[in-house]
């Protein structure tokens, strides 16, 4: 079974800085999809950015990129230039889809990141 | 445009009375998800549907059922809720897997919190 680890609960940042979430996954599997998901106070789950793992070259999306090892199975989020609307709780999660229809998404116990004005 | 609406977006219900809860997806998807969140935690998949073909988690309780009568809708019924059911409820969507694509994924609803009194 697949398992997703975001080992800090919590983070916070100055407006306009640079912060990176971290997560690591555990897996056999070779080929599969990273996402990370944004859960403002609203609450409802935003994808921020997604990354297959066939593919080397880091997602990027705006102001969001990912640093993607495959070898350590290490998926961390950077935001640069931070936002007070950047203000939520972030998960990252794991999917499976070549398994077939039942894939299922995995999610971390997410980060909860504060930006400060 | 397109999108997941779960409805009502708040329910407060009696501590053993029988509750339903919506989702409808206007984007045609095949599959449908039911996650329940409690506060700061990860969702947790209760269960899933590939177009009419239900699928249990195995650590779903029996309280917890569901039914898809259509493409469309799909709803969760919580036949005799208790204190500890008292969540948020996401509803998600995805397409059936069919090869790689850089647009897979999940598509959520904005969430019913259910309050059990």
């Known amino acids: 079974a697949q398992t997703v680890t975001q080992s800090q609960p919590e983070m916070s940042v100055q407006e306009a800085e640079t912060v990176t979430l971290s997560c690591t996954y555990d897996?056999?599997?070779?080929?599969?999809?990273l996402f990370w998901y944004k859960q403002p106070p609203s609450r409802q789950m935003i994808l921020v950015i997604r990354?297959?793992?066939?593919?080397?070259q880091n997602a990027t999306e705006n102001r969001f990129s990912v640093n993607f090892q495959k070898a350590a199975k290490s998926f961390s989020l950077k935001i640069s230039d931070s936002q007070l609307g950047d203000t939520a709780m972030y998960f990252c999660?794991?999917?499976?889809?070549?398994?077939?229809?039942?894939?299922?998404?995995?999610f971390g116990k997410g980060i909860t990141l504060s930006v400060r004005p | 445009d397109a999108m997941v609406i779960q409805n009502p977006r708040y329910q407060v219900t009696q501590f053993g009375k029988p509750v339903t809860l919506s989702c409808s997806q206007t984007?045609?998807?095949?599959?449908m998800y039911w996650y329940q969140q409690k506060s700061s935690q990860a969702p947790k998949l209760l269960f899933h549907?590939?177009?009419?073909?239900?699928?249990n988690e195995a650590d779903t309780p029996d309280n917890f059922q569901s039914r898809r009568p259509n493409t469309s809708f799909c709803f969760l019924d919580i036949r005799s809720p208790g204190l500890g059911d008292a969540a948020m409820y996401l509803c998600?969507?995805?397409?059936?897997?069919?090869?790689?694509?850089?647009?897979?994924?999940?598509?959520f609803g904005s969430g019913t919190r259910l309050t059990v009194v």
């Open positions: 998600a969507t995805s397409r059936a897997w069919t090869g790689g694509s850089a647009n897979y994924g999940y598509t």
């Open positions: 897996t056999s599997e070779n080929n599969y999809y």
């Open positions: 990354q297959e793992a066939y593919k080397q």
């Open positions: 999660a794991f999917m499976n889809p070549y398994t077939g229809a039942n894939s299922k998404l995995t």
């Open positions: 984007l045609n998807h095949n599959v």
């Open positions: 549907y590939y177009d009419k073909d239900f699928n």
